[in-house]
């Protein structure tokens, strides 16, 4: 008998910004306009640089119930993840969810990794 293998959930990283694939968008999930021609996922808070994807085929959501954030990536092939300090990625079409890497510290708040 063949087992069957797990399929892994794609998942993109670049810095302290995770991306995973999902299959659907929470129902309180609304779209945000973009920063003038770029959907910034995040900003890093020591030099102002942006993890960003051109607008043209990236539509961003918010649920501010979860605070959560999500993308939707169209087209017929990956569009660039992008950030002055790291290494272009290119994210196939589809559909998201945006995490932003925290920093733990004991009996401390949680909080956004300075990227």
């Given amino acids: 008998m063949v087992m069957p293998v797990p399929t892994r959930p794609v998942q993109y990283r ?57 993308i939707q990536v169209s087209g017929d092939g990956p569009t660039a993840l992008s950030h002055e300090e790291h290494r272009t990625i290119p994210v196939e079409p589809g559909l998201y969810e945006v995490t932003q890497q925290r920093e733990y510290e004991p009996k401390a708040q949680p909080r956004a990794i300075a990227d």
């Fill in 14 to 70: 670049q810095g302290d910004v995770l991306l995973t694939r999902i299959d659907n968008l929470p129902p309180t999930a609304r779209p945000l306009r973009p920063e003038q021609d770029r959907v910034v996922l995040a900003y890093g808070e020591v030099t102002g640089h942006a993890h960003a994807m051109g607008a043209a085929r990236v539509c961003y959501f918010r649920d501010d119930g979860g605070r959560r954030a999500f």
